[in-house]
């Protein structure tokens, strides 16, 4: 029995659905940004096809696109593993140090690395990176990185609002799947770094501002 979902205005995930700009997982989001930036700046085909109905007569998709190779799949599968070992390296770190807050900041991490993990990840989907949008930059603010927490922060909003406001535009790109995906790098480095020095006390983890509010 084949478990068919619908979506896209109604159309079943098949090998069409699955290449839409609202698919922003990384892998096709980076799907999107190479096709693009080759048709852009260079001449490869309308990277729009991949969105073209074929079923209502438009233009049917070229068998192949630029991004459409081996190397392409293999250099993406390789910084996914990088990714994951990258989260293992956090969590080790938290099991180590046994500190509650950075236990539950690495949890909400995976739950972002889903995104860049997964083939399907809707621009819906990204509930789950509400834990880490709001864990990460706590974080970083009880460790004295005030800097960073409000970067992270702002980062958050600003690329789900880019995404929803100008889909047809930054979801043909990817900005969101690549976006997600950065914003986890940084993140998870910056747990890993936001290391109390022995002795220091750390900061409270709301800002005073959401205290007094």
Not at 194 to 206: D, E, H, N, R, V
Request: charged share 10%; aromatic share 14%; with cysteine.
């Amino acid at each position: 029995v084949t478990n068919v979902l619908w979506n896209d205005k109604g159309k079943a995930d098949d090998d069409f659905s699955f290449r839409t700009q609202r698919n922003q997982s990384f892998t096709n989001a980076a799907y999107h940004f190479g096709n693009w930036t080759v048709h852009t700046f260079g001449d490869g085909p309308d990277d729009r096809m991949n969105d073209a109905p074929t079923a209502a007569g438009g233009p049917a998709p070229p068998t192949t696109m630029p991004m459409d190779n081996l190397w392409v799949k293999l250099t993406l599968n390789a910084l996914q593993l990088g990714l994951l070992a990258l989260l293992f390296t956090a969590g080790w770190s938290a099991a180590r140090t046994k500190d509650s807050w950075e236990l539950a900041t690495v949890f909400a991490l995976a739950c972002l690395l889903i995104s860049s993990i997964s083939p399907v990840f809707r621009g819906h989907y990204y509930v789950f990176w509400l834990p880490a949008a709001w864990l990460v930059p706590l974080y970083n603010w009880r460790s004295g990185h005030q800097r960073m927490a409000l970067s992270l922060a702002i980062a958050a909003c600003t690329l789900t609002w880019t995404h929803y406001l100008f889909l047809h535009w930054a979801g043909r790109i990817g900005v969101l799947g690549i976006g997600a995906t950065v914003w986890y790098f940084v993140a998870t480095v910056s747990v890993l770094r936001a290391k109390l020095p022995a002795g220091q006390q750390a900061l409270p983890a709301t800002p005073r501002l959401l205290n007094a509010a």
